[in-house]
């Protein structure tokens, strides 16, 4: 299998992605420290419908499918949520201590300072983002 380390033991909770695709249990990642709101992000994200938590060695990602709607890269110390670009734009302008656009391609999404959201704040982005994401059969499931 090459020159990385082997996959041991079945994964504990989240996974994560070694070389060459293999899916290896989640293991702590020192360059990255816990984002800052994680257990609540986590709480919220993972109680919509579809969502799944994905460990990368790049940071923890929530995904709907292959989509992401929520991640967190470690280097910024922002939380990115997928929103729509009139909403990012909006965002940006009304509170940029808060909110940046980050563009990735055709995609622009907004970096969020969590530490400066209150709780249900947080709780509208996230959901916000997550219904910007998901197919609209599996946002039928959510009620609103």
Known sequence: MGGGKACQ?????????????????????PRIKTPPKYAFLRKVALALPGTQEIHDRHGIWFNIGSKTFALFGGTTQRWILRL????VTMLAEAAPDTFAPMRAGALLWAYVDVTKLSAK????YI?????Y???????ARHLP
């Open 9 to 29: 033991g079945k994964p504990a909770g989240g996974t994560k992605r070694a070389a060459r695709g293999i899916i290896c249990p989640a293991m702590p990642n």
């Open 84 to 87: 729509p670009k009139d909403q």
């Open 121 to 124: 704040e947080l709780r509208g």
């Open 127 to 131: 959901e916000a983002a997550w219904r």
């Open 133 to 139: 994401t998901a197919p609209k059969k599996l946002q």
